[in-house]
C-alpha cells in the first residue's frame, strides 16, 4: 500500500474514532440516515466509475441536512438523535433520495443506450439507401479479387 494511501486511512480512523468519543449521536444519525449508500455501493459497477454512488451520496447528503440542523437545535445528545431516528418522515425522506439518485443515474445509462441506438440505427439506414441509390446508377460491383 503506498505511503499516502496508508496516512489517509490512519487519518480517517482516527478521525471517526474522535468522533463516536465525542460525539456518538451525530455519527449515529449520519449512519442509520445512509444506510442506503452502502447497499447501492455494494451493487456490481458497470465501468462507469462511481457516478452512481456519487449522485446518490450527494442526494442523501442533501436531504439530511434538515435532521442535522434538528440534531443540532435539539443539543447534539445521543437521545436526540434517537428521537430523530424514531420520526419515520424523517428516515423514508433521506433513503427516498439516496434511491432517486441511484434510479436517476441508471435511467440515464439506459436512456443514452437507447439514443446511442437509435442514432446508430438511422446512420445505418441511410447508409443502405445510399447505397442502394448508387447501385441503381452504377450497377452492381464486381467482388474485387
Request: one cysteine or more.
Amino acid at each position: 500500500m503506498p505511503a499516502g494511501r496508508q496516512a489517509s486511512l490512519l487519518w480517517g480512523g482516527l478521525i471517526s474514532g474522535a468522533m463516536i468519543v465525542f460525539a456518538p449521536g451525530g455519527i449515529l444519525l449520519l449512519v442509520v440516515l445512509l444506510v442506503p449508500l452502502l447497499l447501492v455501493a455494494m451493487l456490481p459497477d458497470d465501468g462507469r466509475s462511481g457516478h452512481t454512488l456519487k449522485a446518490s451520496a450527494l442526494l442523501g447528503l442533501a436531504a439530511s441536512i434538515h435532521p442535522l440542523l434538528l440534531f443540532w437545535a435539539a443539543g447534539l445528545s445521543l437521545p436526540a438523535a434517537i428521537g430523530l431516528l424514531g420520526q419515520p418522515l424523517i428516515m423514508l425522506t433521506c433513503w427516498a433520495a439516496i434511491l432517486m439518485g441511484w434510479f436517476a443515474c441508471e435511467a440515464a445509462s439506459m436512456i443514452t443506450r437507447l439514443l446511442a441506438d437509435i442514432s446508430a440505427t438511422a446512420h445505418r439506414r441511410s447508409l443502405a439507401s445510399a447505397l442502394e441509390a448508387l447501385e441503381e446508377e452504377w450497377g452492381t460491383l464486381a467482388p474485387l479479387e
